[in-house]
């Protein structure tokens, strides 16, 4: 199957894109598109994430779990939304942690595109979801095709963060070989757990130490 991704992505992970779950991915989606069902993030930007950080680039993995849901909000970057949307709310506690962590400024908007150019891959482990209903998508095949771009990550490059916040991010950890990776676990920036161990975990200082103790350039986290 041809896939629109980037080149080095699609290098990596040819043998998913020909297996059955795959597959049925693509059929589902062509159903809800017959079906009338509104998508997000729309179809060219499913792919978002792994088109503006390109597999030979990726520095640290954000794992989220689903894509927005509201009018305009997806962009298929984890936890961000495009310019001229107001920042929901785990967004708006990620940039308070960023603020005492680093000392950045709260950005007037929420898109974290800067963060994907420099080598963060905001990945969701669903890419699509149907408008005004979360996890929709999550049982479709996408959780088995994203296990894949962690595993790949894992085995394939070195010296890699991996943010996992939230239990259910943090179950991914079994993927990650972490003889040669940093794992930095916290609860889920959300309002209803950001208190329990989010502020305050200063994972942004903790990769950028990571990363320039293994000669890797540290990430930009301003976006101004």
Same mark, same amino acid.
């Given at each position: 199957m041809d896939v629109k991704? #980037?080149? $080095?992505w699609k290098n990596a992970l040819k043998q998913e894109f020909n297996k059955p779950y795959f597959m049925q991915i693509t059929t589902f989606l062509k159903t809800e598109k017959l079906s009338n069902k509104t998508i997000y993030p729309p179809g060219g930007l499913i792919f @978002? +994430? /792994?088109n503006t950080t390109? /597999?030979?680039k990726v520095k640290i993995v954000l794992l989220g779990q689903d894509p927005y849901h509201g009018p305009g909000q997806a962009h298929g970057l984890s936890f961000s939304v495009q310019k001229g949307i107001p920042p929901p709310p785990s967004l708006i506690n990620i940039f308070k942690e960023l603020q005492k962590d680093v000392g950045m400024a709260i950005p007037s908007?929420? @898109?974290l595109t800067h963060w994907a150019e420099q080598g963060v891959l905001l990945l @969701?482990? $669903?890419?699509t979801v149907r408008a005004n209903e979360p996890m929709s998508h999550a049982k479709i095949g996408w +959780? #088995? /095709?994203t296990d +894949?771009?962690?595993s790949k990550v894992s085995a394939l490059k070195e010296h890699t963060v991996f943010l996992l916040w939230g239990k259910f +991010?943090? #179950?991914k950890q079994a993927l990650v070989d972490e003889t040669k990776h940093l794992v930095l676990k916290a609860a889920h920036p959300s309002p209803f757990s950001a208190d329990k161990g989010f502020f305050g975990c200063r994972h942004f200082s903790k990769a950028n130490t990571w990363l320039m103790s293994n000669g890797i350039d540290p990430v930009d986290w301003s976006l101004q």
């Open positions: 991704i #980037e080149d $080095s @978002n +994430a /792994f390109p /597999f030979d908007h929420g @898109n @969701n482990a $669903s890419l +959780a #088995e /095709f +894949a771009v962690i +991010a943090q #179950e």
